[in-house]
Every structure is written in C-alpha cells, then in structure tokens.
T-cell receptor, first 115, second 112 residues
Framework: GEQVEQRPPHLSVREGDSAVITCTYT??????FFWYKQEPGASLQLLMK?????EINEGQGFTVLLNKKDKRLSLNLTAAHPGDSAAYFC??????????????FGQGTSLSVVP | GGIITQTPKFLIGQEGQKLTLKCQQN?????MYWYRQDSGKGLRLIYY???????QKGDLSEGYDASREKKSSFSLTVTSAQKNEMAVFLC???????????FGPGTRLTVL
C-alpha cells in the first residue's frame, strides 16, 4: 500500500528564515494531498488541500509544491515566525472508485522558530 | 461551521482495564475516524465508519472496539489497556469522498 516518508523529523530555523518540509510518496495514483498543522496541545488544523492537477499552491506565508514525476510534496514557509512553531503533517490519498480511500500520513515534522 | 468534541481530554487507566473514549461531531458528516498518534510516528488509523452503524477496521484495530450508534457520535473502546498503547487518540470526520478531514482535540491515554 501507499507509504509516505516525511523529512526532517525536527527542524529549527531563525525567525525570518525559510523552512522546508518534504514528503515523498509511493503510489502513483495518489491524487489528493493535505498539509496539517498541529500546535502544542491542540489538534490538527488543515493548512492546505492540494489536488494533483496543480503543482504550485500558495497560502499565507507558505508555498506547497507538488512534483508528480518524483512523487514529492513540499511545504515551504517563506519567512518563518515564532507562531509557525508547531508539528506539521502531510497526508496523501489516492483516487478511489468507492467513496472511501484511506488517508496516509507522514511521520510529522516538529518545527521550532527561534526569535 | 462545526466542532468535534472528544471526551475525556485525559484518560488514566490501569493495565488490563477496559476504557472508552467518546467523540461527537455536529458537522453532520457521514464518515468518522479514530486515529492513534504516537510521538514520531504520525497518525495511524484504528477504526472508521462510513455511516451510522457501519464499522470498518483500520491498520491498528487489534485491541480496540468501536461503536457508531448515531451519525453524530463514534466511540472507541480499548479492550484491555496496555502500557505500550499510551498515546493521543484523535477523532476525525469528513463529508464527501474528496473533502479534508476535521480533527477533534484528542484524548491522551495514560496506563498505570
């Protein structure tokens, strides 16, 4: 089945620097990609939902890149600030003919942004 | 908007004890999930339910039971708590086949 590898497990950057988190996946039929943010003690909040038809997606202060050829998804925080300190998870789901297909999560990245 | 509520927030039990975690959602979502979150391991699917009274096993169902008696609620039972299953348990729900999942705040399980 689908496997998702997320790197790095821990990342520390200075305020204003960029931070890049990468996920690689194995299933070429993967079609839906998600990035979630989990602040300490809180639950997962959706950061961005990406479909395989779009390779670059921009949010507020971050960019998500999808490289379908290399089966790689990345989250780039362009100018990190302390409020970005959290755990980040990618998740991947394949195209499904039925109404259910499992969401496969990466292992998570703990990001620390120091002032 | 809607919300997912999980109770209790913290659950402490003895080894071998049967423990129940509860989840309620007011999104009117069809599909609900239970995940286990271990540090450094991401989320692993325990059980899911596509509709009321439906139950499907995930990757980590051994040692757990689930119940979906109403569309809005999904319960998870740890049948015999073990120290190695101390983790945070997250409930989630979604509507539609292509929608994202919404997560509850989690229940942290401690086994003494």
């Amino acid at each position: 089945g689908e496997q998702v590898e997320q790197r790095p497990p821990h990342l520390s950057v200075r305020e204003g620097d960029s931070a890049v988190i990468t996920c690689t996946y194995t299933d070429p039929n993967s079609y839906y990609f998600f990035w979630y943010k989990q602040e300490p003690g809180a639950s997962l909040q959706l950061l961005m939902k990406v479909f395989s038809s779009t390779e670059i997606n921009e949010g507020q202060g971050f960019t998500v890149l999808l490289n379908k050829k290399d089966k790689r998804l990345s989250l780039n925080l362009t100018a990190a600030h302390p409020g970005d300190s959290a755990a980040y998870f990618c998740a991947v789901r394949r195209i499904a003919s039925s109404s259910f297909s499992k969401l496969v999560f990466g292992q998570g990245t703990s990001l620390s942004v120091v002032p | 908007g809607g919300i997912i509520t999980q109770t209790p927030k913290f659950l402490i039990g003895q080894e071998g004890q049967k423990l129940t975690l509860k989840c309620q959602q007011n999104f009117n979502h069809d599909t609900m999930y239970w995940y286990r979150q271990d540090s450094g391991k991401g989320l692993r699917l325990i059980y899911y339910s596509i509709t009321e009274n439906d139950l499907q096993k995930g990757d980590l169902s051994e040692g757990y039971d689930a119940s979906r008696e109403k569309k809005s609620s999904f319960s998870l039972t740890v049948t015999s708590a073990q120290k190695n299953e101390m983790a945070v348990f997250l409930c989630a729900s979604r509507t539609g086949a292509y929608a994202e999942q919404f997560f509850g705040p989690g229940t942290r399980l401690t086994v003494l």
